[in-house]
């Protein structure tokens, strides 16, 4: 009787323990979505980095996904898969604000809160943004531009996408500050859709057909994530850059970008913080998962490198 007493209790405990687990620390981790414009450029990759190192410091996941080409069709997919998946916060840099702006809205709807970050979509339901000011930084690369050049002369834009709302206030930012002594070219701004070697082709085909061109301003460092074969496109321009009579300036400062300044290949960078911009985004999102109030707006900020201050500048 003993022993089947025994037995009994023992059978209980594993059937208790059977039926009511203990939760795991996995099981309890948030996983927060980022969603770049596509995945697998230096900047993105950047971003990518901050967000996982600032999701293990403060214990919770950073899911980092999307396209590998500029595609909003494609992207709006994966917000609605990430829904579908009951993430806990969602973090997007919209390719078209117009696109994206039904899928934040059945995120929030779900309770899942949303973000942006990088590229805003001001008129979506999303709780904040956090980036760059971009017509501030536009601004300041307008300034660099002008004081290298204060005759003013023909220049040229070379930007992402047309519909890339961030894009657009750089570039009105960049020209807000140029004198009347410049003028755009015709069918400047020039989309090169984030690919480095069409920025490059742009880049060649732009100078062949002004050959009086005095600039250009590049909205994304694009031409430059392909260094040789934009180095060669520039190369009859060297000396003109060197003596300040011909002028690059662009947004970014990837490794690439930052030697190519110390060669002699562009005037400015204007660099943005793409790994603060990774951990401020986890950092919002968690507040949001916690039901905490947040600032609409967080701006990252921006820093101006030249030929002056390269050596000593620091990403961020």
């Known amino acids: ?20 687990p203990q939760p795991t620390q996995a099981q309890d981790k948030k996983v927060f979505a980022l969603v ?10 950047d971003v990518e980095t901050g967000c996982k190192a600032e999701a293990q410091k403060i214990g919770v996941e950073c899911l980092f996904t999307g396209g590998t080409q500029v595609d909003e069709a494609e992207q709006v997919r994966v917000i609605r898969d990430l829904i579908t ?38 008129n979506s339901k999303r709780t904040a943004f956090v980036g760059t000011n971009n017509r501030q ?20 834009v070379i930007t992402g996408g047309l519909a890339a709302d961030n894009l657009n206030e750089r570039i009105e930012g960049f020209k807000s500050q140029l004198g009347d002594g410049f003028t755009e070219v015709a069918g400047s701004p020039y989309p090169c859709e984030d690919d480095a070697n069409r920025g490059v082709q742009l880049v060649q085909d732009v100078l062949a057909k002004n050959p009086d061109l005095v600039g250009f301003f590049f909205s994304g460092g694009w031409p430059m994530f392909a260094p040789q074969a934009y180095a060669r496109a520039l190369k009859n321009k060297l000396d003109d ?58 701006d990252t900020g921006v820093d101006i490198v030249t030929a002056k201050n390269v050596e000593g500048y620091k990403k961020q």
């Open 1 to 20: 009787m003993k022993l089947l007493v025994l037995a009994a209790g023992v059978l209980g405990l594993a059937t208790a323990w059977t039926v009511a």
């Open 137 to 156: 930084g536009g601004e300041e690369g307008g300034k660099a531009f002008q004081a290298t050049l204060p005759k003013g002369g023909k220049y040229a």
């Open 36 to 45: 770049p414009k596509l995945v697998g450029v230096p900047f993105y990759s």
């Open 85 to 122: 998946k009951n993430v806990s916060g969602l973090a997007i840099a919209p390719n078209n604000p117009a696109s994206v702006a039904s899928a934040i809205e059945a995120a929030q709807a779900k309770g899942i809160p949303v973000i942006t970050f990088d590229s805003d979509a001001p």
């Open 241 to 298: 850059m060197k003596a300040g009579k011909f002028a690059v300036v662009a947004f970014d400062v990837q490794d690439s970008q930052l030697q190519l300044l110390k060669q002699g290949y562009a005037t400015a960078l204007v660099g943005q913080r793409p790994m603060m911009m990774g951990a401020k985004s986890i950092d919002i999102l968690n507040q949001l998962a916690a039901k905490e109030t947040v600032p609409p707006v967080v």
